[in-house]
């Protein structure tokens, strides 16, 4: 076991998996010597080459591209895309095409790619540094879509989409990179894609969340001294409904906190699943605590766009109270 | 030095057998064993009698849209032949030929056109990708596959398609560029054929030839007259020798034109003149193979015929195989989505509804849920 | 007034405000002497010249991204993307600039254009000309999406669009550009943005709907033999809430129906705002019809993905009988 | 003719005032009056100070993010001075010098980089766009921005400017083709400072050149020494006239050298040799133009003193005007969303919240809903 931050766990998981599986090859803008702008591939161009580690042209959508054909050869890219807000110009080559080659060719051509993409507010980073575009990626069928919460999360879960047969975008909440420390096994292990985890138990109401978030959410819950249980979804994208209506059902109550605009998040999504399953435990109307509908201001207002313990502690009572 | 030269060059244009039938010796001589060039012309024959048939059939309202070939097969399979079956085809919509020389079952491509996935399932072995609907983004997945290939210090290298109108496109830039500055072994292949749907070449390219595109990346470049299979063999057998040996990508602006439609769902009158196309009808590829063959002596009017009924043979086999295929079922859109299916895929596929009634309670926990 | 086609009306309000206003220029793929692949533009390049109707190069964030800068001074240019397939490869000159402008420049600057798309499926059209991503842009802020399903909502719909301030995606579903035809008044007239219609009132329950899929829901509803009322959403982004939850909050029982798919489409966000709005009115969970979470197949199946007067009826019968 | 040539070019670099001070007077002569170069001189002497005071609000946590611009002044600064004040300037983020020469108030970028989107609030007759985060997309809105001047009939032009690594961006490649194709008066200024944060150039262009990236357009390209503000005067004015007059496109590739990291978040000692560093500190374009100025009696000293002095003055009094701006409000991240408000942002501005329940009440038909 060793005490790592959330950078630390994924540097650590690239570094097995590369060990492990010739396969895995990195590419990206400044992953090489450099290291990454955050650090997260540091140590790996200078212990496995420029080879399996590539510094590329800055073209997203040549990033991802390539690492269609990659895949699609038998390879397992690891593209990192530095900020998510410039994940736009790869869009047409995820959705159109990592996202349909295995359906279109009826599973005769694959696309075993984990693109790495750093995520969301609060570290006062310049325009299009700190955007949650998750909801795009899973209104997009044939990704996965991916958002740790820890350093412990995150080495498990990027370790299964290496290993997964089908794209899956791996995204990092780059507001907790070096938050904080956690235990982390030095062996390899997988945390599942699709499964969502309880972070505490409680029987008053069901809070869902993903990411730097679900910080927030434990600080709200333990501040309003309530009986709340705490599900942090880890796999957007397959969803796991199942444990959201099971804890909801028990609850009757539900609140979806995310930092993505409210319209069309996956706190919709959400939303509309509780109520369809749990119509009649529903005791009060499923609340989502979200980014509001505007482009993410700049840094000197991005705490009062990003939900916080307060907006969370309302909603808490407001729908304890109902 | 106020002002000095730091970059100079100049872009050369190939062509052995010309329309008039003259061929350069010195060039051509040994390229295309005769035995080989008989084989192509018949190839060509039974390419040309398919896309008789399919656009037939589309519009008998067998089959959907379709992009007629005629007039381009050489530049596809000049490029099949000069490559070998572990280089990858990254094709386009518009290279029958260069992909049924490679061993493509003809039916995929009406099953294709067809409206059916299963045109897109591929033997592996062919080295095939399918064809590719958006513009200009497939060359990127070709840079991928040769650059896959290098990493494993395999020989192979591949050779993608694309029209002019594709080289307008983000996507072809980032392609070139990631081929040349990383030293991925991939050619690239464009058909210039005048137009992309209505629209001509020079609103694409307003430069003298689209092959200077390759400038750009310091990349090696060259024109060819693509409706002349020896030059298009001899471009790409050197380009494939520089990217085999060198590691290094090469492009080749091949110059054709499309005689038909843009699909079976254009109609080219709109926008083009009827002279145009008949200039560019006398200069078929087929004529002049036809003609290059029968002067000496390697094919006439009697192999012609028999030819061509071998081919119409052929082809309604083909389109047989791909009418008499089973009908889809509506499972197969759910089952190749993801290596293995989620829970809520599972409920769509048995019960073939969204709605949340509709959908197999035992899926979901529901059970306890009594009815108000 | 004239009895015309989608397709006729949206050419009529093309000539109608290009007449009326130097600032409006077409530009996109085969727009010109070809008139467009579907004919909408047919007639205005002869009419207009090639100033004003410009055949483009075939990339389409060049043809997204000049508009931008068209728009942001001080014309009106109403780009074409020929199928919504194609959309991909402008999402980040929409998504991320477009969208944008006028809230990062405090106004300064702003975007006002039009962006035709034809959209959807049933055309037994080829790969990427069927599909429906209207919720990516509704879940971008900045942007306002449009989808009519009538040619008089067209024509007024793009009247408003044109003239509006702001970045417009105005989605044509293909699937009726001819399919029937209306009478439209010959004189300019708007529909404005954000309105939602309500195309049959009823009081048993609401269904919702827009673009093709309008037509099923009526037809649906007729065989159903059942007092439903159908509203037609037309702009999806702002959406017209308040039309929808006062109808529920009547009829107690709501239906959406779409053609894209289940997870994170609109639906989701509808949903949702029921939920949340009529909480105590509701005597049934919303149901949503809606295309499948994979992708849109190819012509052979593409009746089966797409929502139908049956799987419509069932959800009605099965909400009726909740 | 098997083999014909179908294009020849050659590429120029130009260059007038030379490091060492050698100034070549057939070009150079009548470029810039004394006059002008003494303020352009001091105009750099500010842009460098304000440099320096910006590194150092990043670094004592009074702004966030800051890219040092140190050593590329004369690029941006020689184009604004060349182009008229009815231009487009489409700048990236490293171009200050030329945005403050226009008349942008320096404390717009510091108000950028402090986050704030008033810094972006632009007068519009300054014809300036605001900072461009995204890289290589505001090419081809400078081309939309020369197009409708051009469609109006007005004489106006655009200027839009990027780094090395921008070229390798699908939007750089449709923004040239856009512009060459439609005729479009735009000036591609490529500011080739050798990184693009730690990848060195050859990963973006492995060509010997980026001006031949024009070359695939068929655009007039020239090279040019971007440390000599006299090459980058004389270029621009050229790329202006021809933009003017036939309304044509043109590129320039100015090679300068960034001194500083690539932003205060980065470290390039982490990837750079200090040599490298220590050899283009040498070539630092205000060094040149001092040297010039004082051999030309110009300048001296004592002017230096004085305006160190009046530019250490200035920054700190654009520095309090940037410190001293009334905090944003909350309600601003609604307001400029579109031009009229939805119903939806309208609660959400004024309740702060999203979730339903938090709403105000009467925004929404809840009013005749009980409580259970
Ligand atoms: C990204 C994208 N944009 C637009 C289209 C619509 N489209 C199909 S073919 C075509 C023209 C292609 O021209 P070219 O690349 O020259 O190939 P050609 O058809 O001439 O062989 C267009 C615009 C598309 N398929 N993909
Ligand atoms: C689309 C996009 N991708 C990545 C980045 C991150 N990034 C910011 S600056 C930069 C390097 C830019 O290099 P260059 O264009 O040469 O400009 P320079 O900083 O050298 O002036 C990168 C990769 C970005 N801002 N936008
Ligand atoms: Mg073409
Ligand atoms: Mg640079």
């Not at chain 1, 990454?36 to 590539?54: A, I, M, P, S, W």
């Not at chain 1, 699609?72 to 110009?89: A, D, H, K, S, T």
């Not at chain 2, 048995?350 to 709605?355: D, E, V």
């Amino acid at each position: 076991m060793a005490n790592l931050t959330l950078v630390q766990a994924i540097n650590l998981a690239l570094i097995q998996e590369m060990e492990k599986d010739e396969r895995v090859l990195i590419l990206g803008e400044d992953v090489g010597p450099n290291g990454g702008v955050f650090r997260v591939t540091e140590g790996l161009h200078k212990r496995f080459g420029g080879k399996r580690v590539v510094d590329s042209p800055l073209a997203e959508s040549g990033i991802i591209g390539t690492s269609v054909g990659l895949a699609m050869n038998g390879l397992r890219p690891v593209p990192e895309i530095q900020f998510e807000g410039f994940l736009g110009p790869a869009y047409d080559q995820l959705c159109t095409h990592a996202a349909r080659m295995r359906t279109r060719t009826r599973g005769s051509l694959t696309v075993p790619m984990t693109v790495r993409v750093p995520v969301g507010g609060g570290i006062h980073a310049p325009e299009l540094h700190s955007d949650s575009p998750e909801a795009i990626y899973t209104h997009t069928p044939g990704l996965k879509v991916v958002m740790p919460s820890s350093p412990y999360d995150a080495k498990g879960l990027l370790i299964s989409a290496i290993r997964d047969p089908d794209p899956v975008i791996f995204f990092e909440p780059k507001r907790i990179y070096r938050a904080f420390r956690e235990e982390v096994p030095e062996d390899e292990y997988t945390v599942p894609i699709g499964k969502a985890r309880i972070v505490r138990e409680g029987g008053e109401m069901t809070m869902v969340s993903w990411g730097a978030s679900v910080i927030h959410c434990m600080n709200a819950i333990e501040s309003s001294g309530r009986d709340i249980e705490l599900i942090d979804l880890r796999t957007i994208s397959p969803m796991d409904v199942e444990t959201v209506v099971n804890s909801v059902n028990k609850t009757g109550r539900a609140i979806i906190v995310h930092e993505a605009p409210l319209t069309c998040g996956i706190g919709s999504e959400l939303s509309a699943r509780i109520m369809e399953h749990c119509f009649l435990q529903l005791e009060s109307p499923v609340q989502r605590v979200a980014g509001f509908d505007v482009i993410m201001p700049y840094y000197k207002l991005e705490l009062d766009y990003l939900p916080d313990t307060e907006r969370i502690g309302k909603a808490i009572e407001e729908t304890a109270a109902y | 030095m106020p002002v000095s030269s730091v970059f100079e060059t100049t872009i050369e244009r190939l062509s052995i057998l010309e329309p008039d039938g003259t061929f350069d010796e010195s060039l051509g001589k040994n390229l295309i064993p005769d035995q080989d060039l008989v084989d192509l012309y018949r190839h060509m024959m039974v390419c040309r009698q398919f896309d008789v048939i399919a656009f037939k059939l589309q519009r008998s309202g067998r089959m959907g849209t379709y992009p007629e070939n005629r007039g381009q097969e050489a530049t596809s399979l000049g490029a099949a032949y000069a490559l070998q079956q572990s280089d990858w085809l990254v094709t386009c919509y518009r290279e029958n030929a260069g992909l049924f020389w490679r061993g493509l079952p003809m039916e995929k491509i009406l099953l294709h056109w067809m409206g059916d996935e299963r045109g897109n399932h591929i033997d592996p072995d062919l080295h095939i990708t399918p064809l590719a609907i958006p513009i200009g983004t497939q060359m990127l997945h070709a840079v991928g596959l040769a650059w896959a290939d290098k990493y494993r210090d395999e020989k192979s290298i591949s050779c993608t398609f694309f029209g002019d109108g594709a080289t307008s496109e983000g996507d072809f830039h980032e392609a070139m560029n990631f081929a040349a500055n990383l030293d991925i072994p991939t050619i690239f292949f464009c058909q210039n054929n005048g137009w992309a749907i209505s629209v001509p070449t020079k609103i694409q390219c307003s430069a003298p030839t689209v092959a200077q595109r390759a400038l750009a990346y310091g990349m090696r470049t060259i024109q060819v007259d693509g409706n002349d299979i020896f030059a298009v063999v001899k471009a790409v057998r050197d380009a494939a020798e520089v990217a085999r040996t060198e590691s290094r990508p090469s492009f080749i602006e091949a110059t054709t034109y499309r005689l038909g439609d843009h699909t079976t769902a254009d109609d080219a009158r709109r926008y083009r003149d009827a002279d145009e196309v008949s200039k560019w009808e006398k200069q078929d590829p087929m004529i002049r193979i036809r003609m290059y063959l029968e002067k000496r002596d390697l094919w006439n009017e009697n192999k012609q015929n028999e030819m061509q009924a071998e081919a119409e043979k052929l082809i309604s086999e083909v389109v047989k195989r791909a009418e008499e295929i089973v009908d889809p079922v509506c499972n197969d859109m759910f089952d190749s989505m993801y290596a293995s299916m989620s829970d809520n895929l599972k409920a769509q596929r048995s019960t073939l509804r969204t709605s949340s009634l509709g959908q197999n309670p035992s899926q979901l926990p529901l059970k306890d849920k009594a009815h108000a």
